[in-house]
């Protein structure tokens, strides 16, 4: 570089910046308004970040919360299409651990147990027993994202795992990498379809369904990071597990008082 | 077709040697011109197929399509949440706000309300009635937690509708009431878990007032007659005005013929009215 500025050069050179900061200066704020008026409905998704927790020890498996899921997501009817599902958990003195869904819990949970205490069910004496809420994990690695041949599967900016329906191939590959059982194809339109933490209800500042319905806030919805909302106070007053930490799928659904049975 | 790529890409080597060196003509050979034909070629397709297959707003927030976040945004709503009830119905929202069902919100007993939120007046939200929607979570289940309000079915008021005594939108537990059962525990404690417990003890005892000072001057009457119970049991008799929170689709009053039925017996010789066992 034999190049060198002489004082005529240098000062020519330095007339420039006067006018690039008077353009620029205008394009930044025009820009920032361009942005603003853009978003009608005043959503912006970077602004959040989704999760939910499943407080165990509030769960009395009524079941609305499949029951509003249903209806709310149009899930077809049949017992074995489910969003989201409750599962009864029993464990046995002896160790056994017995789970049941009977309809995803749609319609509650038939006794199992007569009214004795401690309880005793087939003959054998129950040490605990609890149900225990279930979807999309909304995994912050998701590896149903990655199987999908096609991107159709992703994880939104506001961190929710979403399915695009135009765009699936219905290879169910999503389904089998899920570990979480969270997903089934549609047998109407032959694509994947899951939990979306009703993304059209939480985008307009409302409540998943089943949160809504929950009679007991064992469900507990909200955001990570610094907004406060329920989910940031329950996670910061109890000890919080997620299903299946070893498979390194960072949940997003936290659970509190979960039994090391559950699976 | 690979061997002459490859003639061309060896004269495209030699080329470039030669260019290097200054010593080559500038001239560039025609093997390199239809290597790079083939590369553009090759090129545009590849451009083409891109634009004809890769769908409108892929890639533009990630590998998947934008506008599928849209289309998941899009889906109408059915459960319109307790906010849209509080417009119309603050009373309700209030009383409820400030029971043990605080925490219940109005779609979980209502069923979802969007379409009534839509059009109120043409479309009304589910009435529940009877005991089973109080049962679903108050049911005794040993899975459910401890402290959480359950009853045993069978031994709670069983024929009665829940609403006949508590408030669904304030279900504080009524006061025991200590009028008859004072003294006449025994009775009231099988007359409650039988088919009659939804029957106050008036129904069939006129009781003067004076009874609860001087039970032995005043002694309350007692039925005389098949045909007291008739007015109940009888083939043709109205249901009483006194049973009207029971729920009859689950429970029925057995009936009989009042003529035929027990010959010439008194109701209460076969059947003891404060636990009746007929069915």
Aim: proline residues 8%; hydrophobic residues 35%.
């Amino acid at each position: 570089m034999s190049q060198t500025y002489d004082r005529r050069k240098f000062l020519a050179e330095m007339l420039k910046f006067p006018p690039a900061t008077i353009v620029l200066g205008v394009i930044g704020p025009v820009k920032l308004l361009a942005a603003a008026g853009d978003d009608d409905d005043g959503y912006e998704p970077t602004e959040h970040y989704y999760a939910m927790g499943i407080r165990v020890e509030e769960c009395i498996g009524c079941g609305k919360c499949v029951q509003a899921c249903k209806l709310e997501n149009d899930v077809p009817d049949e017992p074995f299409y489910f969003r989201t599902w409750v599962e009864r958990y029993i464990v046995y003195t002896d160790g056994e651990v017995q789970v049941d869904s009977p309809e995803g819990g749609i319609h509650g949970f038939p006794p199992v147990a007569d009214e004795s205490f401690p309880p005793v069910a087939d003959g054998k004496e129950i040490l605990r027993t609890f149900f225990v809420p279930k979807l999309c994990n909304h995994c912050d690695n998701p590896p149903c994202v990655q199987v999908c041949p096609v991107g159709a599967t992703f994880k939104s900016q506001d961190g929710v795992v979403l399915v695009d329906e135009d765009y699936c191939i219905g290879c169910r590959y999503c389904i089998q990498a899920c570990p979480y059982g969270a997903r089934f194809l549609d047998p109407r339109t032959h694509t994947a379809n899951k939990c979306t933490f009703c993304y059209h209800r939480i985008t307009k500042g409302l409540l998943p369904a089943c949160v809504e319905v929950c009679p007991t806030q064992a469900r507990v919805f909200g955001e990570i990071g610094d907004r406060s909302t329920p989910l940031n106070r329950m996670m910061r007053m109890s000890h919080l597990e997620v299903l299946k930490p070893h498979m390194n799928t960072e949940p997003k659904v936290f659970y509190t008082a979960l039994d090391g049975e559950v699976r | 077709m690979i061997k002459s790529l490859l003639r061309s890409v060896i004269a495209l080597r030699t080329w470039i040697r030669g260019w290097r060196r200054g010593s080559s003509s500038r001239k560039i050979p025609t093997q390199v011109i239809q290597l790079g034909v083939i590369f553009l070629a090759v090129g545009v397709g590849m451009f083409l197929l891109r634009q004809k297959f890769v769908p409108e707003t892929f890639g533009d927030l990630g590998h998947y399509r934008a506008a599928a976040v849209a289309a998941n945004a899009e889906l109408e709503l059915r459960y319109a949440g307790w906010q849209e009830c509080a417009a119309c119905h603050p009373d309700k929202v209030e009383t409820k706000n400030a029971s043990f069902h605080r925490n219940v919100s109005c779609e979980a007993c209502h069923g979802p309300a969007s379409d009534h939120t839509n059009r109120p007046m043409r479309l009304r939200p589910e009435l529940p009635t009877g005991r089973e929607p109080c049962l679903a979570c108050h049911r005794y289940l040993a899975s459910r937690p401890t402290g959480f309000p359950q009853i045993i079915e069978e031994r709670h008021n069983p024929v009665r509708a829940c609403t006949g005594c508590h408030d669904a939108h304030d279900p504080t537990p009524p006061e025991s009431i200590q009028e008859c059962s004072a003294c006449h525990n025994t009775i009231a404690r099988s007359k409650a878990v039988s088919p009659h417990a939804p029957l106050d003890c008036e129904v069939c005892h006129d009781t003067p007032a004076e009874h609860k000072m001087q039970p032995r001057a005043h002694v309350p009457k007692k039925p005389f007659e098949r045909e007291f119970c008739g007015t109940c049991h009888a083939r043709d008799a109205q249901p009483p005005e006194v049973i009207r929170d029971v729920d009859l689709t689950v429970y029925d009053i057995p009936r009989i013929d009042l003529i035929t039925h027990g010959g010439t017996f008194v109701c209460w010789q076969c059947h003891y009215q404060h636990s009746p066992e007929a069915r």
